[in-house]
């Protein structure tokens, strides 16, 4: 009785189903076959990145996964970033200096999952961090989130690991130009009985640099004059290895998350020139290596429903040493005349030590007052030693500095209207201490003013806010008055090419975003985003590098005021995840705000453009995917870049003649790549030309960077 009824059901259910031509051709006994053609269905999803630039901050991120294949350096994909402009100072290993919204250098802080990424060592950066480990990286320009802690004064990178629950293995070898290889592997490895998770990861970068140097001046003794010719680099060896090994656990009762981690990383750099590459170096070099112990936990509804607590602590052993030691003159042929003064400094020979122990705790309770209103409280510590000494210089007197600085920030945030506005409010407390020993070149570092300890304290507040009208326009606005707290580097200098300057002054801005942006699909399968933003900045005490020509060297100053406005913009369009266009243009003006000198003598450089600063850039990306190319699971991406940047002056526009200023001139570059898959992404080819049409390409002070270069790389993802 049963199965007749529930027969009897099932037939009615077709019925109701079916059409009503075919209903009448249906009996109880059979069915007939009937062929129906669905339409292609598009379900849209937004993605943690596009979740994150759709917040009430002013913030690109970039998506790591589909380019990880044909991806080398993280410095190339933050370039092509609006807004954003990414300067070397030669070839792989070299210096950089990552300017957002005309702010720059140390005035952006860089972070690892939200820790100091200084905490990997300080030689660690963008530029050799293992590609395979990376799944996002969020550039904030500006206004900076108080979960970060941080006082950055033109914004702040945060590079976000992969956070997966699976078992896998990614690993990848390159090969290219200038005697260029690159190895990168991170895996996941999770014991089924415990639910211990080991995360290894290693990467390793060398390169010999030898690209041609165009146009550079050497004597020849039959003319006897200084001739202008090709040359290659020939004191430019780059290697660096960094790994790490992480253990911990998640999803369990007593934490979401915790882990410890150990990592290690090693530098050894020839160092080919200074900040001008007219001075050529032979022999002096700059080696570095660093050891890391760190832990991270988190925990929901800590000690009390709706608290979550974010917590991390981590000790850094660093150590460097700068070897100085050849009476020698150099010349671009690789040449040498003995002299009475070493290479970097032209003083006495240096074999220089640096121990920098760095300590990094954080803490982030956030709480949930009602639905939509949260409490944040964020503490973040930073202590720096500085302990030097000399090998072989009897004149200089070492020295063990610290700094340290303490930020309390308190914010609160709220979602309103079902998520159509955020708001969020904060305040910070800075405090900075320093105990400042050194007395070396008091006339140039400032040394003889500064003795002893000291501890200031600064305050700074912000707010921010976005409202979405539609998906296809929305609003935000964000404010932060903004202190910036010098670093090692900056008051310390490298013992290198960087002097110290132990009287420099914090930096402090007003700094103001405002932009709109939205989505709109003209028809199935097309989209199209798009970003416009405003932005101001109002800088006191900038802390600018002065270059000294004479000795190829550099000093951090004061500036006491800079203006800096401008506005970027940004337009993607996607065709069924094929093909992919996007367009980036940005243009700023920062100009000295100085009326007068110490002396009360009205400055020169007053109104003046900001040296040695690109101020309007942009770029273009094309890319298309071939589904199916040969097996088929298989794919076939073809990518093209076109990135310009207008010419601008290498010193304040104010000094010397026109005709005779540099300048880094107009700077136009192309780049290629293509990307091979197969086996469902286990397999991945690609091959990649950098400076396509090979045009002289000058940088950060005017220092030349590698012609047309190729690269090739095989990865291997197993899951």
Not at 117 to 123: C, Q
Not at 669 to 684: E, H, I, K, M, P
Request: hydrophobic letters at 35%.
């Amino acid at each position: 009785m049963m199965k007749n009824a529930i027969y009897i059901i099932g037939m009615m259910c077709c019925l109701v189903a079916l059409p009503a031509w075919s209903q009448s051709v249906v009996t109880a006994d059979t069915l007939p076959e009937s062929k129906y053609e669905l339409q292609q269905v598009y379900v849209y999803g937004k993605s943690k990145t596009q979740q994150l630039k759709e917040s009430a901050w002013t913030v690109s991120a970039l998506d790591i996964k589909p380019l990880v294949n044909s991806l080398n350096n993280l410095n190339r994909l933050v370039d092509r970033t609006s807004g954003v402009k990414v300067r070397e100072e030669g070839g792989v290993g070299s210096d950089f200096d990552l300017s957002i919204n005309g702010l720059s250098g140390n005035s952006v802080r860089y972070f690892l999952d939200g820790v100091p990424l200084d905490t990997k060592g300080s030689e660690v950066s963008l530029a050799n961090l293992p590609v395979n480990l990376i799944d996002r990286i969020e550039i904030y320009k500006g206004v900076v989130p108080a979960s970060l802690g941080t006082d950055a004064l033109g914004g702040a990178v945060n590079i976000i690991t992969k956070q997966e629950q699976r078992n896998y293995l990614d690993a990848s070898y390159g090969i290219g130009s200038f005697h260029t290889h690159k190895g990168d592997m991170a895996a996941q490895f999770v014991e089924p009985h415990t639910g211990l998770i080991i995360r290894p990861s290693i990467g390793v970068s060398y390169s010999k640099n030898d690209y041609l140097m165009k146009g550079v001046e050497v004597w020849d003794e039959e003319s006897r004059k200084y001739l202008s010719v090709d040359r290659r680099r020939f004191h430019d060896d780059y290697l660096s290895l960094l790994g790490q090994v992480e253990l911990g656990f998640v999803r369990k009762p007593w934490a979401d998350q915790l882990f410890v981690s150990v990592s290690g990383s090693k530098v050894e750099k020839e160092l080919q020139t200074g900040s001008i590459q007219d001075r050529v170096y032979g022999m002096a070099e700059r080696n570095a290596h660093a050891w890391s112990i760190a832990a991270r936990y988190r925990k929901r509804d800590f000690l009390l429903k709706g608290l979550q607590l974010n917590a991390s602590l981590s000790h850094t052993w660093d150590y460097s040493v700068t070897a100085d030691t050849a009476y020698r003159q150099y010349d671009w042929n690789g040449d040498y005349i003995v002299s009475s003064r070493n290479e970097i400094t032209g003083r006495g020979r240096a074999l220089r030590h640096y121990y920098r122990p760095l300590t990094v705790a954080r803490t982030n309770w956030d709480y949930r007052l009602a639905e939509g209103h949260t409490l944040n409280l964020n503490y973040n510590l930073n202590r720096t030693g500085n302990k030097r000494y000399d090998e072989v210089d009897d004149t200089f007197v070492p020295s063990s500095d610290v700094l340290a600085k303490h930020i309390l920030t308190l914010a609160y945030n709220q979602s309103l209207w079902q998520g159509r506005m955020d708001n969020t409010f904060f305040v910070k407390d800075y405090i900075n201490h320093m105990r400042i020993e050194q007395t070396d070149l008091p006339s140039v570092t400032g040394s003889d003013e500064v003795q002893g300890s000291s501890t200031h304290s600064y305050w700074g507040y912000g707010a921010g806010a976005r409202f979405t009208a539609s998906e296809a326009l929305a609003l935000k606005f964000s404010y932060e008055h903004s202190v910036r707290l010098p670093l090692a580097r900056e008051l310390l200098g490298n013992g290198t090419t960087i002097y110290a300057n132990v009287a420099l002054k914090p930096e402090s801005s007003h700094n103001l975003n405002l932009g709109l942006f939205g989505t709109w699909r003209p028809a199935a399968g097309h989209s199209l985003y798009y970003e416009a933003n405003g932005f101001l900045r109002f800088v006191d005490d900038y802390i600018q590098t002065v270059v000294s020509e004479k000795e190829g060297t550099m000093q951090y100053g004061n500036v006491p005021a800079v203006h800096v406005k401008g506005v970027e913009g940004e337009l993607r369009y996607d065709w069924q995840n094929r093909l992919q266009l996007s367009a980036t243009f940005s243009w700023l003006v920062a100009r000295d705000q100085r009326k007068y000198m110490i002396d009360v003598k009205p400055s020169a450089t007053y109104h003046n453009r900001v040296p040695n600063r690109p101020w309007m850039f942009g770029g273009a990306d094309a890319a298309y995917t071939f589904h199916h190319v040969g097996p088929t699971d298989s794919r076939l991406r073809l990518a093209f870049s076109y990135q310009w940047v207008h010419w601008y002056y290498l010193s304040w526009e104010a000094y010397g003649a026109a005709e005779s200023k540099a300048r880094i001139p107009e700077q136009n570059v192309c780049n290629a790549d293509l990307t091979y898959s197969w086996q469902g992404g286990r397999y991945n080819l690609s091959l990649e030309c950098s400076n396509l049409f090979d045009r002289l390409v000058y940088d950060n002070y005017r220092l030349q960077k590698p012609g047309r270069a190729f690269f090739a790389k095989f990865r291997l993802f197993i899951h």
